[in-house]
């Protein structure tokens, strides 16, 4: 079932409303910022409007045909200050001041400063206009200098106009209300974006606080690393988020974390597993090194898909003792079936002593005693290798109890040293092991249950050959047989099926060797190994497995 995950809350104060809090405060000072800057921006812009407005009256003033014929011959009897007064009143200006070229005044709102001198020197002298602030009689103004030219076209003076800063003030003061109305609005669409963008940090982290996100973060490294069963993790998309050490052991994983498994696995049982292709619990996967069981849980919260969680666990040495033991417990079986034939031939043996037939009883005697003997030596003249001679009586043994006649083929040749010896052992005794279910569990045909082995070794190769007289391969199941877990039969006692011919399988493939399996009715397993190299062959190596028919296997 999916692993359901449930946090806890914790803290007087939440994330989000620190997080909320926080971008509250940034964005009333940023705004408050914003609001002085853009108010001493506005004030700049208000002060050259107003600057020009002062140049336009100054400009008007020096246009105008009488000043500048009174200025022409000396300033006149009060014409000047005349018109220079109606003009200040109709425009509004704090004051217009005419000057001549020595800087006497002829015109000022303060009539006792006519023919006085300006404190300042004549700017006009370029032929320019000129505009500024400055802090004269009237107080401080927004002015504006003109040239003043008389009716040849010669300069004459300047006039000088000022708007009070009063009027800017209040034109900068009309307009701030404005202003701080678009900051408020800002500052509360702020406002409202940090709102969202707190709830959805707080969704992001299960509603934790920083503190308990770093104690789960240090809680979480030191589990990992300090089990021992690999531990990866997966998101949504299939990627990796989470592997811990001895997953990269058992896996033979790199730098694995944001890569797919299709980046960091080659295809197989094993990538199927961990991806969830393949279901189920407890499931058995071979690697070259390892005997792993892979178990893979969805992980959701609030109903929400948030990846996978897999476990990985070494047991290599487990299925290897239960492997172990289920073989002793078949040779048991043998031994006990030896032991009740041992106990029937007594009997016969005593009843014709009990009858006084002493030379019959000598003659079943020694025919008893020469029938195992016999076995035995025939598989040692084909077989020189003590090993492989028990390992063939003994499952010739096994067999005959399960009623299935086990036969040494006339062309079995091998030495006493054979090479690859101890990975004949467990490709002999895989494949004896299935062959003899398979001739023992269906009906028996019409020339009995029967398997059949070849062990011949030439010049350049060893080569095994397994016959049975079972139901063969199932239809369609040729790329399936050899990958571990793959079985039609039921677990028996305690080793777990599905694991012989994935062996034989790899210990081929890592070799350079090949297996088989023919068509028709019973299988044919067939496999041949190169001599031993120094360098084995690529573990992705392709092995050559030809098209099966019928049977049962595991």
């Not at 030495?415 to 398979?438: Q, S, Y």
């Amino acid at each position: 079932m999916p692993i359901r995950i449930q946090i806890g809350r914790g803290g007087k104060r939440r994330l989000s409303a620190r997080i909320l809090a926080n971008q509250l405060v940034i964005l009333t000072l940023t705004g408050a910022i914003g609001f002085v800057l853009f108010a001493f921006a506005q004030r700049a812009e208000i002060d050259r409007v107003y600057e020009g407005r002062a140049l336009d009256i100054a400009r008007t003033t020096a246009a105008e045909p009488r000043i500048r014929q009174a200025m022409a011959h000396g300033g006149g009897d009060g014409i000047v200050q005349t018109v220079a007064e109606r003009i200040r009143k109709a425009s509004g200006a704090s004051y217009v001041v005419v000057i001549d070229l020595r800087g006497i005044r002829h015109s000022h709102p303060d009539p006792a400063l006519i023919g006085e001198p300006v404190g300042d020197p004549i700017v006009v002298l370029d032929g320019r206009p000129h505009v500024g602030s400055d802090q004269g009689a009237t107080g401080r103004s927004a002015n504006g200098k003109a040239p003043l030219y008389g009716p040849t076209g010669m300069l004459v003076g300047e006039v000088s106009a000022g708007i009070p800063e009063r009027d800017v003030l209040g034109e900068l003061w009309r307009e701030l209300p404005t202003f701080g109305l678009y900051a408020a609005i800002a500052v509360a669409l702020g406002s409202t974006a940090a709102f969202l963008l707190a709830r959805r940090l707080k969704r992001s982290t299960f509603g934790l606080e920083l503190e308990e996100i770093a104690g789960l973060l240090q809680d979480r490294e030191a589990m990992l690393h300090g089990i021992r069963e690999g531990v990866i993790a997966f998101d949504p998309g299939g990627r990796i988020t989470v592997v811990n050490d001895e997953a990269r052991n058992l896996l033979g994983l790199g730098t694995a974390l944001g890569s797919s498994l299709e980046e960091v696995l080659p295809d197989g049982r094993l990538r199927r597993a961990l991806d969830g292709t393949l279901t189920g619990t407890d499931l058995s996967v071979l690697t070259d090194d390892h005997c792993l069981v892979v178990n893979r849980m969805p992980v959701t919260l609030h109903g929400r898909e948030l990846g996978a969680v897999v476990t990985v666990r070494d047991r290599t040495e487990l299925i290897g003792l239960l492997r172990e033991l289920d073989s002793v417990r078949g040779l048991t079986d043998a031994l006990r079936a030896q032991q009740h034939e041992f106990t029937n031939r007594m009997h016969t043996v005593a009843g014709l002593l009990d009858i006084g037939d002493h030379d019959a009883a000598y003659e079943y005697a020694v025919e008893s005693a020469g029938a195992d003997q016999a076995l035995t030596e025939s598989v040692r003249e084909r077989i020189g290798n003590t090993l492989l001679v028990g390992l063939i009586v003994a499952k010739t043994t096994v067999a005959a109890e399960r009623g299935v006649r086990m036969v040494l083929s006339d062309d079995s040749a091998l030495g006493e040293d054979p090479p690859h010896l101890r990975r004949l052992l467990t490709i002999v005794g895989n494949l004896l092991d299935n062959a003899i279910d398979a001739a023992a569990g269906g009906p028996p045909p019409a020339g009995g249950r029967e398997v059949g082995l070849s062990l011949v070794e030439v010049v350049d190769q060893v080569m095994v050959r397994v016959t049975d007289s079972g139901p063969g391969i199932p239809q369609g199941a040729a790329e399936s047989i050899f990958e571990d877990g793959w079985s039609t039969r039921p677990d028996r006692g305690t080793a777990r099926r599905g694991l012989g011919l994935a062996l034989v399988h790899r210990l081929a493939q890592r070799h350079g060797g090949t297996i088989t399996v023919s068509e028709g009715p019973g299988a044919v397993f067939t496999v041949v190994l190169p001599l031993p190299d120094a360098t084995p062959v690529p573990r992705d190596a392709q092995l050559t497995t030809a098209a099966p028919t019928g049977g049962d296997r595991g």
